[in-house]
């Protein structure tokens, strides 16, 4: 009866708590709803969003053009 109490007390305390495993899950979720990819290493043209777990949640930048009454106040400002 020791011998099992011992495997279950041992199997129970190495594993990871529901808790982070939940954690974990919806921090993948989270990457992969502003479109963005777990991976281990973003690139220069990717920005870090969250980590899932150990890797960061690489989300790619998306290019905005300046406006142009931006552009105009920045010419007059000159």
Request: hydrophobic share 30%; aromatic share 10%; with cysteine.
């Amino acid at each position: 009866m020791k011998i099992i109490f011992l495997t279950f007390l041992i199997t129970v305390s190495c594993g990871p708590s529901e808790k982070k495993r939940r954690e974990i899950e919806e921090r993948k979720r989270e990457c992969y709803l502003v479109r963005g990819i777990c991976k281990t290493e973003c690139n220069s043209w990717e920005y870090i969003y969250n980590y899932c777990n150990v890797e960061p949640c690489c989300v790619i930048r998306e290019y905005q053009k300046p406006m142009l009454n931006e552009i105009k106040d920045d010419l007059k400002k000159n």
